[in-house]
């Protein structure tokens, strides 16, 4: 009798959970809406929206060339590259080619269905001054790729600053854009051809 208890208390929990998360959301998107919501980045959160399956998408960025870019992997780490234009980005496939794809193919084999946009607090996309230049001098090279130390982070780090290092996750990539831009980074929905 006890195991549907904690079921009915875990999903409970997971339920208020979630329409907390999504209550925070609605009221972020107000705040960005009346010029309220964090500019700058603080300690804790350098982040105030981040790509999330419960993201409402409620406002959608159409990117534009040089933005950065992510989607999910199985719901448990995000990949991110560079939007070319013309629903093309460049990404370093885990194979180690840097290679231009569709939104469709950038999105295939992974679990999510959304492509997500780095955004300043009034929703534009964040791009560095050489970041197209660096990004299309690449193509098609090859790197020795590795999933902690020679990943997606470091490759669209490394076309946004000229500077390789090493980027474990998704947290410290999103930090170090924070620094680069002096700001708080706002993952939004992109605006992109139905799949």
């Not at 390789?164 to 992109?190: G, T």
Request: include cysteine.
């Amino acid at each position: 009798m006890a195991l549907p208890l904690l079921w009915l208390g875990g999903a409970a929990l997971g339920a208020a959970f979630i329409a907390d998360a999504k209550q925070k959301q609605k009221q972020l998107t107000l705040d960005r809406r009346l010029g309220r919501a964090p500019k700058a980045a603080d300690d804790k959160r350098v982040s105030p929206l981040s790509p999330s399956v419960l993201h409402l998408g409620e406002v959608k960025v159409a990117p534009k060339p040089g933005a950065l870019v992510c989607c999910f992997v199985f719901g448990v780490i995000e990949h991110t590259g560079i939007w070319l234009g013309d629903d093309t980005l460049l990404e370093l496939h885990g194979s180690g080619l840097i290679r231009p794809v569709s939104s469709r193919r950038f999105l295939a084999g992974r679990t999510g269905s959304r492509i997500f946009v780095a955004c300043d607090h009034q929703h534009r996309s964040l791009i560095g001054e050489s970041v197209l230049t660096r990004a299309q001098q690449t193509l098609y090279q090859y790197r020795d790729y590795d999933l902690f130390d020679n990943n997606c982070h470091r490759f669209v780090w490394s076309c946004l600053t000229g500077e390789e290092l090493s980027i474990s996750s998704f947290d410290k990539f999103n930090r170090l854009l924070s620094r680069h831009f002096a700001q708080a980074i706002y993952w939004d929905e992109a605006a992109i051809p139905k799949l």
